[in-house]
């Protein structure tokens, strides 16, 4: 029998539900290397399902360039330079512009914004990221977003009224675990990968957006985020809260954004796969048919140049992303990185091999090879997992990102899976979300806020119970 892959998706809401039921309305900002997106999301607290309201997404190559006295503080991947100023407008206007189409005001309909960035290749160390998202911070202002709006609540009374007799805050206090997973951080404080903050909230999104799938998408689980970098987060069996026991780092859509940029169809510096292959239907089944030896060739000398591995202890940066080895070493996480040579210096190799494609072949067969090359990727991270013994007999692995879920991506990855004997019925312990990351703020904005829905659990293990009372009971010792 043929596998399916689980594809969660979320129906839309009306505006006239959004004002009259107990929708918890969140932005979720993320300024990444490819693309700024502001996506508002809202989770019926009766239901505990989160929809996609509306999303607003730019191209972040063209934020406005540095103004004379402005402090260039970070570079994407492609080198566009950042600075405090040129973030919070980008994320104002981005922020306006996504209420504005959603009708919905700012300061009366959105609940809570939840900010996070992609953009690490331009920082030293995991710890100067807490610098972006504080200009982050700054546009949420700009846009005119209450500060009570971006921090955890006091006490119940700070919390809207309809709202109130939701939270468990009388209970339970947040604690820093988000949908039941604590972070990995060591005795010094410092994240042991610079864009931990993404993986924690891919991982949580992919929680919440399997609940519209048959997959429990509960702890122990592996989440892979495949944005222009990768992140994501293997997680334990424990409970009340599960451990992260893995992290992920390094390349992920830099890949085929390297490929494509060597077509010369986009711009050679700046150029994404989005740019081509975004809206393009999968190659055809007579196009893989007739270039299927051709495709596992060029697919074989790509994968030959992509490194994955565990990173070595000696590495600080890796894939670009700035790492903590020592930490990670420390609390007994094991971090897996995707590399193209060492820090990328192979991407140019890439680029050429998608010139000599394009060339010969056109764009269907770049595509073709692009999903071949990621479906491997995708199975060669879990491999590694799985030699490092961090894949439990019940795990089950999400993915949400675009160089993870478009094309013929989905059933390559179910297929290669299901070679490597992960499991039986590998297609019911697989599924693949669409923005895990905007999904997983909706759901650190209710951990933030208290507001469970113990009927429809996030934390806890597959088939268990919600983890509530544990987690008193952990919290009054």
Do not use: W
Not at 248 to 260: E, H, K, Q, S
């Amino acid at each position: 029998m043929a596998l399916k892959p689980r594809i969660a998706e979320s129906p839309q809401v009306r505006l006239l539900d959004l004002k009259s039921k107990p929708f918890f309305i969140v932005a979720s900002v993320e300024v990444g290397n490819t693309t700024t997106k502001c996506i508002l999301t809202a989770t019926n607290m009766d239901t505990g399902r989160t929809h996609i309201i509306n999303k607003v997404v730019k191209m972040t190559r063209d934020v406005r360039g540095p103004k004379p006295g402005e402090v260039v503080f970070g570079r994407t991947l492609t080198g566009v330079e950042l600075t405090r100023e040129s973030i919070a407008e980008l994320v104002s206007n981005s922020l306006l512009e996504s209420l504005d189409k959603a009708n919905l005001d700012i300061k009366t309909d959105l609940n809570f914004v939840v900010r996070s960035t992609g953009v690490v290749a331009g920082f030293d160390s995991p710890d100067e990221v807490g610098e972006f998202v504080k200009a982050l911070a700054e546009g949420c202002l700009l846009a005119g977003v209450p500060p009570k709006n971006m921090t955890p609540p006091m006490s119940t009374s700070n919390i809207p009224k309809k709202f109130q007799k939701y939270s468990k805050m009388e209970k339970v206090v947040f604690d820093g675990a988000v949908a039941g997973v604590l972070p990995p951080i060591g005795s010094t404080g410092v994240e042991i990968v610079a864009n931990e903050m993404e993986g924690e909230l891919a991982t949580a999104g992919i929680k919440e957006a399997a609940k519209m799938t048959d997959v429990d998408f509960r702890n122990p689980c592996i989440s892979i985020d495949f944005g222009t970098t990768l992140d994501g987060r293997i997680t334990s069996p424990d409970l009340p809260y599960a451990k992260t026991v893995g992290n992920f780092c390094g390349y992920a859509g830099a890949i085929p954004d390297a490929i494509i940029r060597g077509s010369r169809v986009v711009d050679a510096k700046l150029g994404t796969a989005l740019d081509v292959l975004k809206g393009e239907k999968p190659t055809s089944f007579l196009t893989l048919k007739m270039k299927g030896k051709v495709i596992q060739e060029y697919t074989k000398r790509i994968n030959d140049l992509i490194i994955i591995e565990k990173v070595p202890e000696h590495r600080t940066r890796y894939g670009s992303v700035p790492v903590s080895s020592e930490g990670a070493k420390e609390v007994g996480v094991v971090l897996i990185g995707c590399d193209v040579g060492e820090n990328g210096s192979d991407m140019g190799k890439l680029s050429a091999i998608g010139m000599e494609i394009c060339k010969k072949y056109g764009v269907q067969v770049i595509s073709a090879v692009i999903d071949e090359v990621m479906a491997d990727v995708t199975c060669r991270l879990v491999k590694v997992a799985k030699d490092e013994g961090l894949v439990f007999e019940d795990s089950t692995i999400g993915i949400t990102g675009r160089a993870g879920i478009t094309g013929n991506k989905p059933k390559l990855i179910l297929k290669c899976l299901d070679e490597m004997g992960i499991a039986p019925k590998v297609d019911e312990r697989v599924v693949f979300v669409d923005d895990g990351l905007a999904r997983g703020a909706a759901v650190m904005a209710r951990c933030m806020n208290s507001l469970g829905t113990p009927q429809y659990p996030l934390g806890g293990r597959h088939g268990g119970k919600c983890i509530l009372a544990q987690r008193v009971k952990l919290q009054n010792k």
